[in-house]
């Protein structure tokens, strides 16, 4: 079962300005009349194609594509999904774009780190938060439960194989959920200002 | 007298929140090794108890200090645990309290499945309900610095004090155990029955309703409450799994497991919440439950799903090992040896089958 989170045409639109284009050349460069390229970013009408395309000229790795974009399939009951991270060139262009948007929220909101976070929500899906502000060297992983997805932070993993009091699966995680995942960022974030 | 005083970073709530605490000054608010962070839990209800963790030189508490403690014994139950932290204005002040908690001489860690995900290492264990968590304003008493003060009348270089010099007996410990007295009414720290489901489930508001929906993921206790008061007015397999996944969040995993069965009662083909109810009895130690229904699963399960059926096996594994059926579990074991086509799992199967036969 697929579930998709966000317009895709916002999101689009965010990837084009990271890229430093506009909407005009991209439409040249996807060979559409800018019109028709605005109206289906609007209404999210964006072909298969165009969207293939779309990754070629905008350089971004399709499978972390589909992820950013909300389109994520069923996941094992067992096991958390790990998600790939998107290149670290995309991210810094990424990084600035959001911090960018978060710092006006924590401005708008100075005392309230979950008004922040409810506002970034809205704006932007949970994955692509994490992806881009999360540090480089965790995991983010995907949990399916009852057809919606909810997304952790692995922040430490190691093979503890040498206690002989745990069993198989003492592969030890700390997971933190996508919603203190960002709460540590927004408040890590009010630090460094 | 069964008393410990123990140092450690100065936090407003020590449950692991984000929102509204302050930043450890011992390491940032990212877990990134051991010892950085433990201590910030040492005040969250994990499934009805508080574990208590404190930074030590050394790789033992030595419990054999305190009265009919012999030097083999491995834990002591009936202390008080007192803990402390150095406010930036205030000095090393009581921060909160453990009462007739036990200690054990080497750290411990918590079980952990990957449902309830955090690994918790912790030298002092005790019931939610004897864990006393002061407000910033009532902290006032301060604990000295034997630096400052002299020997035996506070804290050393290291982060743990036994007190058992004649100046603390005589002139510390009582004026400790009146403040203690004193302010036992003043905690903050969440108890059990706050997860409970309360007994008046009115029907939510339009606002209250619009407020519920606009928290998405966050759980809290006010969206407890409301999970709570939603299933009650409208029950369904949906209502069901927002309780129940809003008590494992909240780390209230024998209170969330109930809700679960719920779950799969009304929705038997909720394969995935499935998948969650098998870790959380083995995290309970309901390793006959865990076995049951991983059996279920592995029949309902494609053949095709080797990942999901190597999990399986893995677990029952785990619940035989748990149950000290080794025997069985080491058959588990020998399954995914034979079935399994992950190279890494088999090669880490055929380890843990060598350390297993040893026990």
């Not at chain 1, 710092?103 to 909101?109: A, G, M």
Request: net charge negative; charged share 30%.
């Amino acid at each position: 079962m697929l579930e998709k989170q966000k317009p895709v045409g916002a999101m689009i639109k965010q990837f084009i300005k990271c890229r430093n284009k506009t909407i005009s050349e991209t439409a040249d460069a996807m060979g559409i009349k800018y019109n028709t390229f605005s109206a289906q970013l609007i209404n999210d009408t964006l072909s298969v194609d165009v969207l293939f395309r779309l990754a070629v000229y905008l350089d971004i790795d399709l499978n972390w594509m589909h992820m950013a974009l909300g389109y994520f399939g069923t996941v094992n009951p067992l096991e958390k999904e790990n998600i790939p991270r998107m290149q670290k060139v995309f991210r810094e262009e990424q990084r600035k774009f959001v911090l960018k948007r978060l710092d006006s929220l924590i401005d708008e909101n100075p005392n309230s780190t979950s008004e922040v976070r409810r506002e970034l929500l809205n704006e932007f899906n949970m994955f692509y938060l994490l992806d881009t502000l999360i540090p480089e060297e965790y995991s983010i992983l995907r949990a399916t439960e009852r057809g919606v997805s909810k997304f952790y932070v692995n922040t430490y993993e190691s093979d503890i194989s040498g206690r002989n009091t745990l069993g198989m699966r003492s592969r030890v995680v700390q997971l933190v959920t996508g919603i203190n995942a960002l709460n540590i960022e927004i408040e890590e974030r009010k630090d460094k200002r | 007298m069964n008393i410990l005083f123990c140092n450690i970073t100065y936090l407003k709530f020590y449950d692991g929140r984000v929102d509204g605490e302050l930043k450890p000054s011992s390491g940032g608010r990212w877990v990134r090794e051991n010892g950085d962070a433990h201590e910030k839990w040492n005040f969250l209800n994990y499934d009805g108890d508080c574990y208590g963790y404190v930074q030590i030189n050394g790789e033992q508490l030595h419990i054999e200090r305190y009265d009919n403690v012999i030097s083999t014994q491995e834990e002591k139950s009936g202390m008080i645990i007192v803990w402390c932290a150095e406010h930036p204005v205030y000095g090393t002040v009581i921060v909160g309290w453990y009462e007739n908690a036990t200690i054990y001489r080497y750290c411990q860690s918590s079980i952990s499945t990957p449902v309830t995900g955090i690994v918790r290492d912790y030298w002092f264990k005790t019931k939610a309900e004897d864990a006393y968590l002061l407000p910033e304003e009532k902290r006032t008493f301060n604990i000295s610095r034997a630096s400052k003060t002299g020997t035996g009348t506070g804290f050393g270089r290291g982060n743990i004090w036994y007190a058992d010099s004649g100046y603390a007996k005589k002139n510390i410990i009582p004026n400790v155990l009146s403040f203690i007295n004193e302010n036992r009414k003043n905690r903050i720290n969440t108890l059990t029955d706050e997860f409970k489901q309360p007994d008046e489930l009115p029907m939510l508001s339009k606002e209250e309703l619009s407020q519920y929906e606009s928290f998405g993921e966050e759980v809290n206790l006010k969206t407890l409450n409301y999970a709570y008061r939603e299933y009650a007015n409208s029950p369904g397999p949906d209502a069901a799994y927002d309780v129940a996944s809003s008590l494992l969040e909240l780390c209230q995993f024998s209170l969330a497991i109930p809700w679960y069965e719920k779950v799969i009662e009304m929705d038997p083909s909720d394969f995935n919440t499935k998948g969650t109810l098998v870790y959380l009895y083995q995290q309970c130690k309901e390793y006959v439950k865990s076995i049951d229904l991983a059996e279920d699963m592995l029949n309902q399960a494609d053949c095709k799903e080797r990942d999901l059926i190597d999990e399986l096996y893995c677990i029952l594994a785990d619940d035989y090992y748990f149950s000290n059926d080794i025997s069985k579990a080491i058959e588990w074991l020998d399954r995914i040896i034979k079935e399994s086509k992950n190279e890494e799992l088999i090669q880490y199967t055929k380890d843990t089958k060598k350390k297993w036969m040893l026990c």
